[in-house]
């Protein structure tokens, strides 16, 4: 598989949105489930947070259709091309951003609101999270309503995970041993269900995909794809540290648990970029063999 400089760049801008707009969206459910432990300061930092992420992904939605125009034909003018974008809104492109832009704005405008308001900045969370089956391989199946309906559930379980880690970063920094131990806490015992949904639903959905098991995995999808279930792993191994033993640890007080955690966190964090990145990559440039 060899990719253009355009090609990359589109990739890039991918991997941008979904980093922005999951993180936005897991910032918000993030201070829905949290709120509670949260003082006045950390929590208008974390919605300044979600804020910048909400801005970020409109306009890396915007690049990504340029650079994807630009793609497409290999050069500069192509980003400009109205025929080339028209095609790309026209295949789903256009669906999905716009359920995102929907969504983002729909969160934007109540994040900053009355608490009353929550459930809508909750619902705009949402869309946007799931915006990313509006377009896709997925969507080519027949019949496609059940891998859709997973592979939204796996979208939201994804944006809850990985939109918590900013948010469980900033705590640690603050210093305060005890909340942050609270919030690491009342985290983990909501993600043991979360991430057994998201595996559930991420594996029946990957089961659609696969055809003939020796040509999916011999592809480029499916080594990409082995890449990302490798990397999985991984962040699955460091969140069950820090279930099982470092947020014990914070909540007994131990003296440098604060420490280990930050570092941990800030791992999963490149973890869960680089596990964006390929996704982005297989997504975007490759596609399952059948």
Known sequence: MELSGWDAAAVCA???????????????????????????????????????????????????ILLSGASMSGDLAGMFDSGSVRMLLGAGEGRATGMRMTGLALAALALP???????????????????????GHIRGLVPNAAPLLLLCVHLLCAAFWLGALGPLLMAARDGRDTRVALL???FGKLALGVVVLQLAAGAAVLWTLIGDAAQFWNSDYGRLMALKLLMVSAL??????????????????????????R?????????????????????????PPH
């Open 184 to 186: 690491a806490a009342r």
């Open 14 to 64: 991918k991997a941008v949105t979904y980093a922005a707009t999951l993180g936005a969206a897991g910032a918000i459910f993030f201070l829905a489930y949290s709120g509670s432990l949260l003082d006045e300061l950390l929590g208008s930092r974390i919605r300044r947070l979600a804020g910048t992420l909400l801005v970020a992904a409109a306009l890396a939605s915007c690049a990504r």
């Open 236 to 261: 699955l191994s460091i969140a069950a540290v820090n279930k099982l033993y470092l947020t014990p640890k914070l909540l007994s007080g131990h003296a440098k648990a604060i420490i280990q955690f």
């Open 263 to 287: 570092r941990s966190v800030t791992i999963e964090m490149v973890i869960g970029a680089l596990i964006l990145l390929v996704t982005a990559t297989f997504t975007t440039v490759t596609g």
């Open 113 to 135: 609101s009355n608490p009353r308001f929550r459930a809508l900045a909750l619902l705009g969370a949402a869309t946007a999270a799931i915006s990313f089956a509006g377009v």
